[in-house]
């Protein structure tokens, strides 16, 4: 894992260890480090990314089977114009974004925790439920545990929440795989 000293952590509650608070703190950078070499611009939602603001990163032991553990990462940001649709709410679809990659957190800190490396996966469904809306300048919190981390899956469930008007926005479970790559043709 490899961190730097110098990031302010000070900011960011939880048990993980400073080294895997260091890796997390910076969703943008997170994602910048994680992304192929062949890809040179801005990628997707990099933007947002950069604003999301991770306030606490845990591994506790889970409450109904405590011979397993769970990863828990809590995000904040603030609805900006490029995240809302033509009604000035959050768009469906950047929910559906902001569940994706802060899910992936709450799972990268499972993985560095407890096994010291980080699983790379990709998104294999991501199931969703509309709640409520949030309007341009609305606070939101992202509440993201793990379900599962296994060999070949892993599994994720995210809330986010309005600080603003106190209510549900989203809910959303990510469900994950290592990917298989192809064969070659001989």
């Not at 997170?30 to 591994?59: D, H, M, W």
């Not at 899956?153 to 995210?158: C, D, F, G, I, K």
Request: glycine share 8%; hydrophobic share 40%.
């Amino acid at each position: 894992m490899s961190t730097s000293d110098n990031v302010d952590i000070a900011h960011i509650a939880g048990n993980a260890s400073p080294d895997v608070k260091r890796f997390l703190s910076n969703p943008g950078q997170f994602y910048q480090n994680i992304r192929s070499t062949e890809v040179k611009g801005p990628i997707f939602g990099q933007a947002i990314q950069e604003r999301l603001r991770v306030t606490e990163v845990s591994v506790n032991r889970k409450e109904e089977e405590p011979n397993k553990l769970e990863g828990k990462v809590v995000l904040e940001i603030t609805v900006a114009e490029d995240m809302v649709n033509g009604g000035g709410n959050i768009h469906g679809g950047c929910s559906a974004f902001l569940i994706d990659m802060c899910s992936t957190l709450a799972l990268s800190a499972l993985s560095l925790s407890s096994k010291n490396e980080l699983n790379l996966s990709v998104s294999q469904s991501l199931n969703i439920v509309y709640h409520s809306p949030a309007g341009l300048g609305d606070q939101l919190r992202l509440v993201n545990t793990t379900l599962t981390l296994g060999a070949r899956a892993h599994s994720a469930r995210t809330e986010i929440w309005n600080v603003t008007h106190h209510r549900l926005v989203a809910s959303g479970v990510h469900i994950k795989m290592q990917p298989s790559f192809p064969k070659a043709n001989l």
